[in-house]
Each structure stands twice: as structure tokens, then as C-alpha cells.
């Protein structure tokens, strides 16, 4: 291509970009009183909550007994400084007018007590994440002490992420929750979406490729293995043919199940309680508390293309 021949192929693709047609629902006019969601400041978030519920194991390494008020209290200070920001965004970025909208002092003292909300319920998640913790390191022969299940298994990174966010949506705080969830996802390949309800002392061994859809309604003690998908059945449609969303559609897992890796269990069914689920395996029906369900007993399923995660 000759110079004028780059030149107006780079101006046409400028004009044809810049085309308000073509950006219908992919550009978020960005102010400076309504800024998205930083990936990068949500990360900084999430680092200090791991910090404040594992001190010691994250954040500053050379925390001592003498020192963890100040320093708690110094990273709770940053903590609540930074997520009120955030949830601020959070809360522009959810607004169905998002072209009008600026950031309000009532939402500004909306999003700080809502940040010093979630963080007077850290306590309480990190009493949950302790039985997390617990659970890994029973299931894991491998596991030589906690310290090992904190700072190297992926499913605590991951199950944490997953609190941290659950929590931030049990608030309505909109966007972040998923973004937090995300981050977990890229790093350790376990999909648990925030809407998920999940009990305590909740291990996934290995963990990768597993997948927790939203309306999953998970019990106490529950362990899964790897490439476990806790998904829904094809989508029921309106009138219109669009999909119905907001209701209930993933599985139900009662307290004590087991499910062994690469089991799928599709639709709004119920695994009974202490069931064990084997490996390999599709599941589209309830499981009577107790079950052992195998390959050689599992039901076939005739069609497999009207399946969605």
C-alpha cells in the first residue's frame, strides 16, 4: 500500500469505529464524576481484605503480635478509603442512565457506609474462611499444615474471592462482585459466580475447571474435585424468544455431598444429602440423600446440545 492508500484506510477505519450505530451497548461514555470499576484498584482491595483475614500470610510479612492492632487498623483505614471509591463507581456504572449520570453526595455517603458495612463483617468471614481452611487441609493428605492450604491452594484463593464477593452482593453493591470473581477465575481457572450461596467448610480439591453457576445453593461440609460443573439446562425463553434470567436454574447441594471430578449436574435438582456423585458422570435428576451415583448407574442422556452452563 502506498502512503495515501494507508492513510485513508486508517481514516475510514476511524470513521467507521467512531460510528454511533456501530457503538450501540459497547461504549460507556466515561466521566470524571462517573469512572468505571478499576481492575487494578479492585485488586489492591482484595489484597488487603487477604491481608486482614490471613495476617501474616499476606499484606506485611513482618507482622508481629505486638504490632497487628496498628497494622490492622492502618489497612482497614486504606481498605475502607479505596472501597468506597469503588462502590461509588460501582454504583454510577449501575445506573440504567449512565449518560446523565454524576456521582451525588448522597451516593458518595451511600457507597462509604456500605464499604464500612462490608468491613465490619470481616470478622465473621474470616471465622468462615478459618472452616474453609480446615476442610482442605482434612481432605488433603497432602496438605502438611494450614499455612501451606492458605498460601498455596488455589481453591482457598478462589473460595476467598468468592466471599469477599458474595458479601459486597448480599450488600447491592452492582459490577464489583463479578469483577472480584473474575480475578479469581484468570488465576485459577475456578469459576464460582457471586451469586452463588455456599456453606462452611467448602474444599474443592485441585479445583481447576470448575464451575458454580449463580442460583447454586450449596450446603455445609460439600467437596468437589476438579472440572466439577454446577450448571443450568438450556434457558427458558419469553414471548419474544429472549432468555428469562433471575430465575432459579443450578443445582442444590445438600450438606455432606461429594462430587468427583468432572461430574456435570445440570438444572434446579437436588443432591441429597451425604450423596456422593463419581466422576464422568451427567446428572439431570434429584439424588436421594445417602446416593452413591457411578458411571454404570448414571441414566443416559439422549441429547446433548440443549445444555448451557
Known amino acids: 500500500m502506498s502512503k495515501a492508500q494507508i492513510s485513508e484506510a486508517l481514516q475510514k477505519a476511524t470513521s467507521e469505529l467512531s460510528?454511533?450505530?456501530?457503538?450501540?451497548?459497547l461504549f460507556h461514555r466515561n466521566t470524571d464524576e462517573s469512572p468505571l470499576p478499576s481492575a487494578k484498584i479492585l485488586k489492591n482491595i482484595v489484597d488487603l481484605c487477604r491481608g486482614l483475614l490471613f495476617p501474616g500470610y499476606f499484606g506485611n510479612s513482618n507482622v508481629k503480635a505486638d504490632t497487628?492492632?496498628?497494622?490492622?487498623?492502618?489497612?482497614?483505614?486504606?481498605?475502607?478509603?479505596?472501597?468506597?471509591?469503588?462502590?461509588?463507581?460501582?454504583?454510577?456504572?449501575?445506573?440504567?442512565?449512565?449518560?446523565?449520570?454524576?456521582?451525588?453526595?448522597?451516593?458518595?455517603?451511600?457507597?462509604?457506609?456500605l464499604a464500612a458495612e462490608f468491613i465490619s463483617g470481616l470478622p465473621a468471614l474470616r471465622h468462615t474462611l478459618a472452616t474453609d481452611v480446615e476442610a482442605m487441609f482434612n481432605g488433603d493428605p497432602a496438605a502438611l499444615n494450614y499455612g501451606e492450604v492458605i498460601c498455596c491452594y488455589p481453591a482457598i484463593r478462589a473460595?476467598?474471592?468468592?466471599?469477599?464477593?458474595?458479601?459486597l452482593l448480599e450488600l447491592g453493591v452492582p459490577i464489583i462482585?463479578?469483577?472480584?470473581?473474575?480475578?479469581?477465575?484468570?488465576?485459577?481457572?475456578?469459576?464460582?459466580?457471586?451469586?452463588?450461596?455456599?456453606?462452611?467448610?467448602?474444599?474443592?480439591?485441585?479445583?481447576?475447571?470448575?464451575?458454580?453457576?449463580?442460583?447454586?445453593?450449596?450446603?455445609?461440609?460439600?467437596?468437589?474435585?476438579?472440572?466439577?460443573?454446577?450448571?443450568?439446562?438450556s434457558f427458558p425463553l419469553d414471548e419474544n424468544g429472549n432468555p428469562i434470567k433471575g430465575i432459579p436454574r443450578h443445582p442444590?447441594?445438600?450438606?455432606?455431598?461429594?462430587?468427583?471430578?468432572?461430574?456435570?449436574?445440570?438444572?434446579?435438582?437436588?443432591?441429597?444429602?451425604?450423596?456422593?456423585?463419581g466422576g464422568n458422570i451427567w446428572v439431570t435428576e434429584d439424588v436421594k440423600p445417602g446416593a452413591r451415583i457411578t458411571q454404570n448407574r448414571a441414566k443416559e442422556i439422549d441429547n446433548f446440545t440443549n445444555y448451557a452452563i
Open 252 to 277: 442444590i447441594l445438600e450438606d455432606d455431598v461429594i462430587v468427583y471430578s468432572n461430574a456435570t449436574i445440570l438444572g434446579r435438582i437436588t443432591i441429597g444429602k451425604g450423596a456422593v456423585v
Open 68 to 113: 497487628l492492632t496498628y497494622h490492622i487498623g492502618v489497612h482497614v483505614e486504606q481498605l475502607h478509603e479505596q472501597l468506597s471509591s469503588q462502590i461509588l463507581s460501582g454504583l454510577c456504572f449501575g445506573n440504567d442512565d449512565d449518560e446523565n449520570c454524576t456521582c451525588t453526595d448522597c451516593q458518595r455517603q451511600e457507597a462509604s457506609a
Open 19 to 25: 460510528e454511533s450505530q456501530s457503538l450501540k451497548g
Open 159 to 167: 473460595i476467598t474471592n468468592y466471599r469477599i464477593a458474595h458479601r
Open 177 to 233: 462482585p463479578r469483577f472480584i470473581t473474575e480475578m479469581a477465575h484468570s488465576e485459577t481457572g475456578i469459576d464460582i459466580h457471586p451469586g452463588a450461596t455456599i456453606g462452611h467448610h467448602f474444599a474443592i480439591d485441585h479445583g481447576t475447571g470448575v464451575v458454580i453457576g449463580a442460583t447454586c445453593i450449596i450446603g455445609n461440609n460439600v467437596k468437589l474435585y476438579q472440572g466439577v460443573t454446577l450448571g443450568a439446562k
